[in-house]
């Protein structure tokens, strides 16, 4: 079981990692990352890939924790502060009044991803998302839909801000994800591991309903207002969500949850190919 702390100073310095957490949000955390509320507490403590470190609470939240943080480690320490020092330690009023420290796993290859993949598998590559509001929404149907993998492009934010992992409801912990390189060809990695690039657009060729099963699709899609390059789009299958006339906007994370959910729907199964007598 976790050891429990009182705290009843804000300038304590076993608490310099949770301090002044927004302005720290902007810097990163040097391999780690802050996590907030139960839910994602919860989510944090029950998966292996991350390591919690930490976890510093107000004490009224202490009792219904507790199935929680009896799960953790016993060399995690559970810091308790009353809500005027946490306030004080944090830098605003956390009203969720949790918080968890946690180290980040080490980052994978995205070549070695979706080579760990199964033979039947759905991918989310987003590429150019800069909100870390979108980019949670997009993790939390990825979650949700059963996502075996997310491949960011370089020019994507960071899904483990607190925010993002916030509006994910612990989806980004639980989702793998990899990050490619500067340079690196997203499509053509795709197509060397049998993956089909399925691309979202407002201007797609073929309508979402009517796209034909697949068994290892990838959906491609940009950021709100640019969307994705051209020269993307040249290189996959081109699909879009018809709407009322005149508007053909959705939210990114909408959008997302749309096709995945249709991707996943219509996604068939490997063929078995008998081994030669």
Do not use: W
């Not at 040097?30 to 403590?45: C, D, N, P, S």
């Not at 939390?140 to 960011?152: K, M």
């Not at 073929?206 to 940009?222: C, F, M, N, W």
């Not at 508007?247 to 990114?252: A, E, G, I």
């Amino acid at each position: 079981m976790p050891v429990f702390i009182p705290i009843d100073d804000p300038a304590d310095a076993r608490l310099e990692a949770y301090r002044d957490i927004r302005e720290r949000d902007l810097v990163g955390r040097q391999g780690r990352f802050i996590a907030e509320g139960e839910t994602v507490l919860r989510v944090l403590a029950g998966q292996d890939r991350h390591r919690p470190l930490s976890v510093l609470i107000a004490p009224k939240r202490l009792e219904k924790l507790r199935p929680i943080l009896d799960t953790l480690a016993d060399d995690v320490p559970v810091y308790l502060a009353s809500q005027p020092v946490l306030d004080g330690i944090v830098g605003f009023e956390l009203h969720r009044g949790i918080l968890a420290l946690a180290e980040r796993a080490p980052p994978v290859a995205a070549d070695d991803l979706l080579e760990s993949l199964p033979d039947r598998a759905l991918v989310l590559a987003p590429v150019g998302i800069s909100n870390h509001d979108n980019m949670g929404g997009l993790f939390r149907n990825a979650a949700g839909f059963g996502v075996d993998a997310v491949l960011l492009d370089p020019t994507c934010c960071d899904p483990l801000y607190r925010k993002a992992i916030r509006v994910s409801v612990g989806g980004v912990l639980r989702v793998p994800y990899a990050r490619l390189g500067e340079g690196e060809d997203l499509i053509g990695l795709l197509e060397r591991r049998g993956f089909t690039p399925v691309a979202l657009s407002p201007a797609g060729e073929t309508a979402l309903s009517d796209l034909a099963p697949l068994v290892r699709p990838a959906l491609l899609l940009g950021a709100e207002g640019p969307g994705l390059p051209d020269a993307t789009l040249a290189r996959c299958r081109t699909v879009s969500i018809p709407m009322a006339p005149g508007f053909d906007s959705l939210n990114v994370a909408v959008a997302a949850g749309i096709a995945l959910h249709a991707l996943r729907q219509g996604q068939t199964p490997p063929v078995s190919v008998p081994n030669p007598s």
